[in-house]
């Protein structure tokens, strides 16, 4: 016969002080692993939703990133002309080659300087970026020294306004436009200008990669083979969504650190679960020995006691949720081990943190309050009742 939950939930509130402090105890923790997770989804997010399915991005044969690949300029001739790359307005074949160089930049908060990627395309380019729009004042010009900063680089850094200059290169850009993501991606981090331009400023007659639109996703699937096999090309072919799906090993240094700090309170909270039932279970002697002379079976009493510490974990794990909810959609920044730039990005709470979030509490509840159960049910009834 199982003892009604009611009974469990009056027991808490009877030892309300205890109750509180304990499930506090876990909501801190849990509240750590919501940070955590929210940093890494906000991050994944920005990474895999970059990236249109029918582009395709040209590197040099054996680099992982923009910034270690060099392809020289008459490449793009023959690239843009094979067979299955996409026409846009002009007729045009929709292909773009890029350069990509790092500035510093300081913060608006005076936090210090960071690295900034700014990326050199043709006009080109932007048709090849449909999820990308104009916020404020208008694209560059192809052969001014003009750029436009995104929304996120905006907000976040000094000298990025409209009207203001960036110093990089030979000289001075003027920034004259502000771009921005509908569903948030990792051009969110970048500076955009005119190829060209950057090329002779920084005294580098190449391209670092080349980005390119398919007709189809068989004709993407046959480009990325056909530029991987030409031996004359030299070039890797891959999906733009698979280069930027790569680029979130840069949270593994947040992973880590985050689930350490994570492990380390859990395990500080199941002991405080713990005592909390033990002191439960020593308080209640002989009310359970009385539980056990009614018929209640010691699978029932355990069950019970595990049940209780589960509520206050789980009320821990509902007041972590609750106090962490303001942080969704907070706009920061961590380091790209790839490029060494900085990654602007939005914690994201999603349904999958929470649910991950509530399993992690229901993990501490049980560990916690599952020796003080065991004991609970293994008691003798005459010794309690002499208690």
């Known amino acids: ?173 003027n920034v004259v436009g502000i771009f921005q993501s509908r569903r948030g991606s990792a051009f969110d981090s970048e500076i955009w200008g005119d190829v060209n331009l950057m090329a002779t400023d920084f005294d580098r007659p190449i391209y670092n990669s080349i980005l390119i639109r398919a007709v189809d996703k068989q004709a993407a699937d046959a480009l990325v083979k056909r530029m991987s096999d030409d031996q004359r090309l030299k070039l890797d072919g891959l999906h733009e969504a698979d280069y930027y799906g790569k680029q979130t090993r840069s949270g593994a240094p947040i992973k880590f650190i985050g689930t350490v700090i994570a492990i380390i309170m859990a395990i500080g909270s199941c002991f405080a679960a713990m005592n909390t039932m033990y002191a439960s279970v020593a308080f209640r002697s002989r009310e359970i020995a009385t539980l056990r002379i009614l018929g209640f079976s010691r699978p029932s009493i355990l069950t019970c006691f595990v049940l209780e510490s589960l509520l206050i974990s789980l009320l821990g794990a509902i007041s972590a949720v609750m106090m962490m909810m303001p942080f969704n959609g907070l706009t920061t920044g961590t380091s790209n081990q790839a490029t060494f730039s900085e990654v602007i990005f939005q914690m994201k709470i999603t349904p999958d943190v929470i649910v991950s979030a509530l399993m992690f509490a229901v993990v501490m509840g049980i560990i916690g309050g599952l020796a003080p159960a065991w004991h609970a049910s293994r008691q003798s009834i005459l010794s309690a009742l002499r208690d």
Do not use: C
Request: charged content about 20%.
């Open 1 to 173: 016969m199982a003892i009604p939950i009611t009974y469990n939930v009056r027991n808490l509130r009877m030892r309300l002080g205890a109750t509180v402090m304990t499930a506090l105890g876990i909501a801190l923790t849990v509240a750590i692993a919501i940070f955590i997770m929210a940093l890494l989804a906000g991050l994944r997010q920005a990474f895999s939703s970059t990236g249109d399915p029918l582009n395709v991005m040209a590197l040099r044969k054996g680099s992982d990133t923009e910034l270690t690949s060099v392809i020289d300029r008459p490449t793009l001739p023959v690239i843009k002309f094979l067979s299955g790359v996409a026409k846009g307005r002009n007729n045009q074949p929709l292909a773009s080659g890029e350069m990509i160089v790092l500035i510093v930049l300081p913060r608006k908060d005076g936090t210090g300087e960071v690295n900034v990627t700014v990326r050199g395309m043709s006009p080109i380019g932007f048709e090849l970026r449909p999820d990308i729009s104009l916020a404020e004042g208008r694209w560059f010009q192809p052969g001014q020294r003009e750029v436009v900063v995104s929304r996120s680089v905006n907000e976040r850094f000094a000298h990025a306004r409209i009207g203001d200059k960036l110093h990089f290169g030979k000289g001075d850009w």
